[in-house]
């Protein structure tokens, strides 16, 4: 019985690994939408340069954070199943 309870109760371990779950959903969404917005072809002509140079620093910045929650999350994973295979 108090096996049954420790394995229904959430542990740090497991929120952790939920949180990044959830990071990079919202981080894959958000790079997915970039990726549309670049590929219109208005976006590459010399008028709209500002607009095309602010998109590429953004995604830019959502796959260097992408790498590091999936990272991130890789490594809560693996922790977290070591220690629910040593009970």
């Not at 953004?58 to 999936?70: F, K, P, W, Y």
């Amino acid at each position: 019985r108090l096996e049954a309870e420790r394995r229904q109760k959430p542990s740090p371990l497991r929120a952790q690994v939920t949180k990044l779950e959830a990071e990079v959903e919202k981080l894959s969404a958000e790079a997915a939408e970039l990726e549309a917005r670049l590929a219109d072809p208005a976006l590459y002509t010399p008028a709209a340069r500002p607009d095309l140079d602010a998109l590429l620093a953004r995604q830019a910045d959502v796959r260097r954070r992408l790498a590091t929650a999936e990272e991130g999350w890789l490594d809560a994973q693996e922790r977290l199943e070591r220690a629910q295979a040593t009970g």
